[in-house]
């Protein structure tokens, strides 16, 4: 945990959030600026900066991402209509918040290549 990263103040509770799925290892809630009319972000409760810093050893819960994104993708109705999952990492892809995510946006159609 690191008091300076808001993603780990939202994991401990001191940052609000719109939580829409907590367990001990993944937390999922709704992204503050949203790019689409659904955003949410799903991220490890263990502080992982980036996609470069990921280790073997934290395989199963970097799985565990994507199960999370698409569950809340389906509890939210968006299923069958389609939704994007997307990481950036680093700053050309724009990563603003160095503890690792993943967006989940549906409601809209997203036009591909992303910008
Ligand atoms: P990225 O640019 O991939 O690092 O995405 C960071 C995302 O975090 C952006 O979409 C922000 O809107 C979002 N964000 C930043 N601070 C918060 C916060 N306190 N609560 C929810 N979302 C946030
Ligand atoms: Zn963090």
């Given at each position: 945990m690191q008091n300076r990263c808001v993603f780990c103040r939202i994991v401990q509770g001191i940052e609000p959030a719109r939580i829409l799925y907590r367990d001990e290892e993944v937390i999922a809630f709704r992204d503050i600026n949203p790019q689409a009319p659904f955003h949410a972000l799903v991220i490890p409760?263990?502080?992982?900066?980036?996609?470069?810093?990921?280790?073997?050893?934290q395989d199963r819960v970097l799985g565990k991402l994507f199960l999370v994104a698409k569950q809340i993708a389906h509890g939210a109705g968006y299923t069958e209509s389609g939704y994007r999952v997307a990481m950036n990492c680093g700053r050309d892809a724009g990563q603003?918040?160095?503890?690792i995510h993943l967006h989940v946006l549906a409601g809209r159609f997203l036009t591909w290549p992303p910008g």
């Open positions: 409760t263990q502080h992982i900066a980036s996609l470069n810093d990921i280790e073997v050893a603003t918040v160095f503890h």
